[in-house]
């Protein structure tokens, strides 16, 4: 007898709908599953076996046969063991219902139990969007699931409670959405805890309000992790389209948070320096996201910039420049969604003190060089601000007024990103760093003497093209700061200061 029951296949961050096809006929015995399965999918049959004996099921004698429809694209993973499971019981007759709306997914334990799977969000997205009205996912998933509105999600905890549903002795109940918890800044780490550095925060504010990439350099203990690790403070509240996009990466990767499975904080990653460039961008068989990914919506931490390998540095580059991670592997290429923000901090030499007013830097001139060489020029270049981060004085330590809160700077980061998301309304542009050419040249107008300014200042500095580019996004963010449509001498001068450290430090 033939079945046919509907699941979802995940590969990367794009899934498809999924035909399991079960046929149970006569001839020697023998189970097998088809359809490009890996070994956890293979595997599906003994833990299929004993779930349909131990939940008081019999399991077909004969020739049993899952094919897992389309046959070319590969399978991986526990979730096709419920919807094994269940064509293969409706094949044997042992189960009659109509499941032609329904979809299955899930790990099937060998009790007939089920366990959590990742990815459930993009899947139970792609289900409703391929007209399933029902969806029958594991209990441990349930909050994940239900996020999803207009479709039906079932949160199961074993094989026998859904059996009783679709047979009708017990039905179930759909799950409602959890009202899931904002994003808050109460006992988070605040701007005002740091002490001096007003260009460095000036800076920040800069790169939160147009979502530009940030380098800080300066001695040890001058405070740049701790005003890299207080950026999301300051950053805009999450929107519920980029609150769903990053909570399907962080699904994929199999890091939600059981109870609050809805990202609502943006990301902060600080990856150590000895991640390799795959942990950096993603990778393996089927590629997972890796940390630039992991970021997305948020803030990527780079500490200690030169210490990273250099192939995992100059794998930044295409994401910082597309705002895209393609990884192409034998199984197939996919590609995941990194518009970050970087922010990298390093020391101007291997001891730290080159340049320091007070301590004298023991590096050799040639060892300063090739510590600073290990940033490539398209790096550093793909860089919009350059902050000097100079040692604090003790006067500024011991100054007992209270700075500026990071949500008094959030407020103005939140008036210039609302100038930004009304001028660029349906572009599918977000914010400043992401303007396209043509959008750049509509929107970043200058004044005659800030163009005359810009026009010398390029020459003199010997930018290149996409310096220039970055300086007028950087000048744009400054006038949207300061509540200005046409962007003047001032805001130009402010951007290309932001821009001139490579200048000093790498001439």
């Known amino acids: 007898?033939?079945?046919?029951?509907?699941?979802?296949?995940?590969?990367?961050?794009?899934?498809?709908?999924?035909?399991?096809?079960?046929?149970?006929?006569?001839?020697?015995?023998?189970?097998?599953?088809?359809?490009?399965?890996?070994?956890?999918?293979?595997?599906?049959?003994?833990?299929?076996?004993?779930a349909v004996k131990n939940c008081g099921f019999k399991f077909p004698t004969g020739r049993n046969t899952v094919n897992l429809a389309p046959a070319d694209k590969k399978k991986e993973g526990a979730v096709y063991d419920l919807p094994i499971l269940i064509s293969i019981l409706m094949a044997s007759k042992q189960l009659e219902a109509d499941v032609s709306s329904c979809a299955f997914l899930g790990e099937v334990s060998l009790d007939g139990q089920l366990r959590a799977v990742n990815g459930i969000l993009a899947m139970v997205i792609t289900a409703k969007q391929n007209g399933i009205t029902d969806i029958f996912i594991p209990y441990d998933n349930i909050n994940e699931g239900?996020?999803?509105?207009?479709?039906?999600?079932?949160?199961?905890?074993?094989?026998?409670?859904?059996?009783?549903?679709?047979?009708?002795?017990?039905?179930?109940?759909?799950?409602?959405?959890?009202?899931?918890?904002?994003?808050?800044?109460?006992?988070?780490?605040?701007?005002?805890?740091v002490k001096g550095q007003i260009m460095a925060k000036k800076a920040l504010e800069i790169a939160a309000a147009g979502g530009h990439n940030v380098l800080l350099i300066g001695p040890p203990g001058s405070g740049k992790s701790m005003l890299a690790k207080r950026m999301p403070t300051i950053l805009p509240q999450m929107t519920f389209d980029e609150s769903i996009e990053t909570t399907k990466?962080?699904?994929?990767?199999?890091?939600?948070?059981?109870?609050?499975?809805?990202?609502?904080?943006?990301?902060?990653?600080?990856?150590?320096?000895?991640?390799?460039?795959?942990?950096?961008?993603?990778?393996?068989?089927?590629?997972?996201?890796?940390e630039i990914s992991l970021a997305h919506n948020g803030v990527l931490f780079l500490d200690e910039l030169p210490e990273f390998k250099r192939d995992a540095m100059e794998a930044l580059r295409q994401p910082l420049e597309d705002g895209t991670v393609t990884v192409t592997r034998v199984s197939g290429t996919v590609t995941y969604p990194s518009s970050i923000i970087l922010i990298a901090a390093m020391n101007p030499c291997p001891c730290g003190f080159y340049g320091h007013p007070t301590k004298t830097c023991t590096c050799s001139q040639n060892a300063v060089h090739r510590y600073l060489n290990k940033i490539s020029g398209p790096l550093l270049d793909r860089i919009d601000l350059h902050i000097e981060v100079p040692p604090v004085d003790y006067k500024s330590l011991a100054d007992k007024a209270q700075g500026e809160t990071s949500a008094d700077i959030r407020a103005r980061v939140n008036r210039a990103r609302a100038l930004q998301t009304e001028r660029y309304l349906?572009?599918?542009?977000?914010?400043?760093?992401?303007?396209?050419?043509?959008?750049?040249?509509?929107?970043?107008?200058?004044?005659?003497?800030?163009?005359?300014?810009?026009?010398?200042?390029?020459?003199?500095?010997?930018?290149?093209?996409?310096?220039?580019?970055?300086?007028?996004k950087v000048a744009r963010t400054i006038a949207d700061l300061a509540g200005q449509e046409i962007i003047q001498k001032d805001h130009i001068g402010m951007a290309l200061r932001f821009r001139s450290l490579d200048r000093k430090y790498w001439e």
Request: glycine share 10%; hydrophobic share 35%.
């Open 146 to 193: 239900a996020s999803v509105e207009g479709i039906n999600v079932y949160g199961i905890k074993s094989v026998k409670q859904l059996i009783d549903h679709l047979t009708g002795f017990t039905p179930l109940v759909p799950a409602t959405p959890v009202n899931q918890a904002q994003s808050t800044f109460d006992n988070m780490l605040d701007f005002c805890e």
């Open 249 to 290: 990466i962080h699904s994929v990767a199999g890091i939600i948070d059981d109870k609050n499975p809805i990202v609502t904080t943006r990301p902060f990653r600080s990856p150590h320096h000895t991640i390799s460039s795959v942990g950096l961008s993603g990778g393996g068989t089927v590629p997972r996201p890796g």
């Open 1 to 50: 007898m033939f079945s046919k029951v509907k699941s979802v296949g995940l590969f990367g961050l794009n899934s498809y709908m999924l035909d399991i096809e079960a046929d149970v006929s006569g001839g020697l015995p023998c189970f097998d599953v088809v359809g490009l399965p890996d070994t956890v999918v293979k595997e599906s049959r003994d833990r299929v076996r004993a």
């Open 426 to 472: 349906g572009t599918g542009i977000n914010c400043n760093a992401q303007l396209t050419p043509s959008l750049l040249r509509r929107h970043c107008t200058m004044t005659e003497d800030a163009g005359a300014y810009l026009n010398r200042s390029f020459d003199a500095m010997g930018l290149s093209a996409r310096a220039y580019d970055r300086i007028l």
